[in-house]
């Protein structure tokens, strides 16, 4: 396996985040990419900025890296933010403080997604896994998870390899980044690749409603992709492995896309359960928690993503 660029701390260098001040409208939205058309330069720079994170203090004050603000708010949101509503506006905006966060760490590219329709025919061999111009692929092929499930499936190629994330589901626990491709069944197996399928995507689409949209868009694609990713991408610490945020960008598109089919209605269209406990409906007033990742925000202020915070297409 080659190894990746060597990385040095000089390329952290605090680049000026471009950031939209409220007020100003949003005439030039840049237009987010799929990973395998980002080309290497920009996936080259996204990658150094990722393990740059890794380098910068805690936005939050935690004894940890910026790097794992975003698994420790995830995870503590988790209940909150899950099988609910607010699913889709509230991790389209944990996406773009992310992105934000890129860019304080030199990344001057567009954010990216993975269109993960593209690789059902065999996802352990999307682009995004590649050694050298992705993320790393699977965790160690000589653990088996069927003969020793005790041991963490670590990656051990690619440029992620050897970083430690600070959280697991317990709270502060350094471990090495583990994925474990699988379809539940088998080791890789498919990668539950039947459910995010470009046919399951236009079934999907062609829900008429928010919630049901919702409801299916996470319980099905989404929830597939954390499962059969494995490892980190499984538990509400999910963050830790970024590939997240990749797959995050296209869930957000994928709502995007529905939502400029018919913009007038489905701009303002939500509802759902507000809670797990779903005894009462969501609505556009409804302000979600960051826990001071970015100020708390109501649903009505992210749901579009050309406006005075957001300014991006797909
Ligand atoms: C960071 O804080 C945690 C508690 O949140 C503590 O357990 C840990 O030892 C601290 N780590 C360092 C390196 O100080
Ligand atoms: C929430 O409750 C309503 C009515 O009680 C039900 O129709 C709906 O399916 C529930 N939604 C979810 C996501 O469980
Ligand atoms: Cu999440």
């Known amino acids: 396996m080659r190894s990746f660029f060597v990385l040095s701390a000089g390329l952290c260098a605090a680049a000026a985040a471009v950031s939209l001040q409220v007020g100003d409208a949003c005439d030039n939205p840049v237009k987010r990419v799929e990973w395998r058309t980002l080309g290497t330069e920009n996936q080259k720079q996204y990658i150094e900025a990722v393990l740059c994170l890794k380098t910068k203090p805690s936005g939050l004050g935690l004894n940890t890296t910026r790097y794992d603000d975003f698994p420790y708010v995830h995870t503590k949101l988790d209940k909150t933010i899950h099988t609910v509503a607010m699913f889709l506006p509230w991790h389209r905006l944990f996406v773009q403080v992310y992105e934000d966060a890129l860019a304080d760490c030199g990344y001057t590219g567009p954010m990216a997604y993975w269109d993960w329709t593209l690789d059902t025919a065999d996802p352990t061999k999307a682009p995004v896994w590649d ?70 995507v236009a079934e999907i689409n062609a829900l008429d409603d928010y919630p049901a949209f919702r409801y299916r868009l996470e319980g099905g694609p989404h929830g597939a992709i954390h499962s059969a990713v494995g490892g980190d991408m499984s538990p509400a610490t999910s963050p830790n492995d970024p590939i997240f945020f990749l797959h995050h960008a296209q869930v957000d598109r994928l709502w995007t896309l529905w ?34 990742l970015v100020p708390d925000i109501k649903v009505a202020e992210v749901m579009t993503t050309q406006n005075a915070r957001f300014c991006y297409t797909y």
């Open 131 to 200: 050694t050298v111009t992705g993320f790393g692929g699977n965790g160690d092929p000589a653990i088996d998870p069927l003969k020793d499930s005790s041991s963490k499936k670590c990656v051990i190629d690619g440029p992620l390899k050897g970083i430690q994330p600070a959280y697991q589901m317990g709270g502060y626990a350094p471990h090495c980044l583990a994925r474990n491709f699988n379809s539940g069944i088998a080791f890789p197996g498919n990668m539950l690749a039947d459910s995010y399928t470009q046919k399951v």
């Open 259 to 292: 939502q400029q089919e018919k913009p007038a209605v489905r701009n303002t269209q939500f509802g759902g359960p507000k809670t797990r406990a779903n005894t009462t409906q969501a609505t556009l007033e409804d302000v979600m928690p960051y826990l001071n």
